[in-house]
């Protein structure tokens, strides 16, 4: 009996265990999908918006903002909602669908509306922010799902950078996939130009993220709570009494200032490549291809920053200083070959920083409150991200006695935001276990 019991306990053990590596495979694979679908729209949507229908890009600004409010009412009740019944994946999956709906419908007005008038850009405007908004909150429900997949503090940035690591691959895949159709040598269903590029993206990302949905194994909890008028009720509660969590509120800000940085930098990077790199399709493309390489080596090194800067919060603080450095860079470029350069070396920073921030934030707040403190997490990102394309837009006013080199100012103001948050993170606590 005992030997059977011994039998049946390591058949347990070992099928738990292959669940668990399932899970990470799956779990990782969904940066895969949606990085494709991102990519696309951050590299095409920009030059189609305000190059080629030269829509003004206060609109994009204005559509941040307007999914930050959207954000700020909706996604801490629903990350309270996932908390108290325990589930992440039903969230996930209503929001990736939303998202890539968006998408889709991008895809049908670039190819129908060959010119804007008014009511095409407010519809656009309208499909763009519903594609940021939906797009935005899926990380509170993934990125939830993160420590459910650990069996020790030391692997959560393994887990986080295996993940990085994959939706840096789902970049490269992306932009090589719909490369002909953007170029014109091919077309999706008849479809071309930008158009095809995002609807091919939207039907990617739909089949890339099928197997996560259909294959992955939630392990449910009891939930507590099946009321809106309740939850809403004690994510207010919670909210006001943030502070009680040590370390979160100032990592929240910390994480707002140099995250905002990056979602700026991604919405204008490939028409600043353009108009003051002087660089073309093919050259920023290859570019980006530089960068996403250097973004995949990036990702999986956080556990190697961790052990050789002796500690999680050392390792993130050094990456927030690179980064710095290196946007810092982008406003003295001349070459095509320095900016090169420095797209690679932002991708570096970039992987490392972001697959170690979300493992240190995953340290820090209670393993129960995942959801709602990740919505926090995705939150905090877009409200501060409204001041960085307002950022980069009035510092080119500012400055637009100097032509396309306008720019050049709005990458240093954009520098000094990550600058900014490498002082509030030194008030963040280390959490306990931070060696890999």
Not at 233 to 256: F, M, S, W
Not at 351 to 361: C, E, K, M, N, T
Not at 394 to 404: E, L
């Amino acid at each position: 009996m005992q030997i059977f019991s011994s039998r049946y306990t390591d058949y347990v053990s070992h099928l738990a265990a292959s669940i668990r590596r399932r899970n990470i495979w799956l779990w990782a694979f969904y940066d895969f999908a949606n990085s494709i679908a991102f990519v696309n729209v951050s590299f095409h949507f920009a030059l189609w918006f305000i190059a080629q229908q030269h829509a003004s890009d206060a609109w994009m600004s204005v559509s941040v903002a307007a999914t930050t409010v959207a954000m700020l009412i909706v996604l801490p009740v629903l990350g309270r909602m996932s908390d108290d019944r325990g589930r992440r994946l039903p969230f996930l999956a209503v929001c990736t669908m939303m998202s890539i709906l968006a998408l889709l419908g991008l895809g049908v007005v670039a190819a129908i509306a060959p010119t804007f008038t008014l009511p095409v850009t407010i519809f656009v405007f309208v499909l763009y922010s519903l594609f940021n908004l939906f797009y935005m909150s899926c990380f509170a429900f993934y990125d939830a799902l993160l420590r459910s997949l650990t069996t020790g503090t030391g692997s959560l940035e393994k887990i986080s950078g295996f993940g990085g690591a994959l939706g840096q691959i789902g970049n490269v895949a992306g932009l090589l996939l719909v490369m002909p159709i953007s170029k014109g040598t091919m077309s999706f269903f008849g479809i071309g130009g930008k158009g095809g590029v995002f609807l091919a993206a939207g039907v990617l990302f739909f089949l890339s993220s099928l197997p996560v949905f259909l294959f992955f194994r939630e392990q449910p909890v009891e939930g507590r709570s099946d009321k809106i008028g309740k939850t809403l009720r004690e994510t207010i509660k919670d909210l006001r009494h943030i502070r009680r969590y040590p370390g979160v509120l100032p990592y929240l800000i910390t994480y707002a200032l140099f995250a905002d940085a990056l979602l700026t930098l991604t919405l204008f990077a490939s028409f600043y490549l353009q108009a003051v790199g002087h660089m073309d399709d093919a050259a920023k493309t290859m570019t980006f291809m530089f960068a996403i390489v250097a973004g995949i080596v990036g990702a999986l090194a956080g556990p190697l920053i961790v052990r050789i800067c002796g500690s999680r919060k050392r390792g993130v603080t050094a990456c927030i200083a690179f980064w710095f450095v290196v946007l810092a860079g982008f406003g003295f470029a001349r070459t095509p070959l320095l900016f090169t350069i420095l797209v690679a070396l932002n991708g570096f920073g970039f992987g490392a920083l972001f697959a170690l921030s979300r493992a240190f934030y995953s340290a820090i707040v209670p393993a129960e409150k995942q959801a709602e403190m990740f919505s926090l997490y995705a939150l905090f990102e877009r409200t501060a991200s409204v001041f960085g394309p307002l950022i980069w837009s009035t510092t080119a006013f500012i400055f637009a006695s100097y032509g396309d080199d306008k720019y050049r100012f709005s990458v240093f103001a954009l520098a000094i935001l990550v600058l900014i948050s490498l002082f509030t993170f030194q008030y963040v606590k280390e959490p306990e276990a931070t060696q890999t």
